[in-house]
């Protein structure tokens, strides 16, 4: 009996460590793939292209995108994260990095399911690219990276 219980605590305590790694993981790689300057643009430019493209608020008011502001920066209102799941087909991240440059440029580009498409462009210092993206640009000695961009309700997360 008591080995049952060993066996038992044992597997529990495997296991516990195991998800607590993964846990640990996936947050690092998280981080890694994204910057504060870079989160904080996409929210505000995702912030006005959305309130028109999405929620069909032209010129939309710091006040009527509040609801909007809050879900993209992690507390997800359900009917605005409804209404952009219906528009939004997907929003991808183009950084770009020309010789001899100290910074890059990124291309943010939101794409409607009607077939309908919008861009935005800022150029950003090179600290304030996300590491991996940095790391793709040296490993695969290229001028240009893609990433796919999720919205915060989106991104899996390990409890």
Same mark, same amino acid.
């Given at each position: 009996?008591? =080995?049952? &219980? /060993?066996?038992? %605590?044992?597997?529990?305590?495997? $296991?516990?460590?195991?998800? !607590?790694?993964?846990?640990? *993981? +996936?947050?690092?790689?998280?981080?890694?793939?994204?910057?504060?300057?870079?989160?904080?643009?996409?929210?505000?430019?995702?912030? =006005?292209? &959305? /309130?028109?493209? %999405?929620?069909?608020?032209?010129? $939309?008011?710091?006040?009527? !995108?509040?609801?909007?502001? *809050? +879900?993209?920066?992690?507390?997800?209102?359900?009917?605005?994260?409804?209404?952009?799941?219906?528009?939004?087909?997907?929003?991808?991240?183009?950084?770009?990095?020309? %010789?001899?440059?100290?910074?890059?440029?990124?291309?943010?580009?939101?794409?409607?399911?009607?077939?309908?498409?919008?861009?935005?462009?800022?150029?950003?210092?090179?600290?304030?690219?996300?590491?991996?993206?940095?790391?793709?640009?040296?490993?695969?000695?290229?001028?240009?990276?893609?990433?796919?961009?999720?919205?915060?309700?989106?991104?899996?997360?390990?409890?």
């Amino acid at each position: 009996m008591s =080995i049952v &219980l /060993a066996a038992v %605590a044992a597997a529990l305590l495997v $296991a516990y460590i195991v998800m !607590r790694s993964k846990k640990e *993981k +996936s947050s690092s790689e998280a981080q890694v793939d994204s910057t504060p300057a870079l989160e904080a643009w996409i929210n505000d430019t995702l912030e =006005i292209e &959305l /309130a028109e493209g %999405a929620l069909g608020i032209p010129n $939309a008011s710091v006040e009527e !995108r509040k609801r909007l502001a *809050k +879900s993209l920066r992690g507390e997800p209102d359900p009917d605005v994260v409804t209404k952009i799941e219906d528009k939004v087909r997907d929003v991808e991240l183009e950084y770009t990095r020309y %010789a001899h440059e100290n910074d890059a440029e990124v291309l943010l580009r939101v794409r409607y399911e009607d077939g309908k498409a919008s861009t935005a462009t800022k150029r950003m210092a090179w600290n304030d690219v996300p590491q991996a993206v940095r790391d793709d640009f040296e490993k695969k000695k290229t001028s240009r990276v893609f990433r796919t961009w999720t919205f915060p309700w989106s991104r899996a997360r390990i409890f």
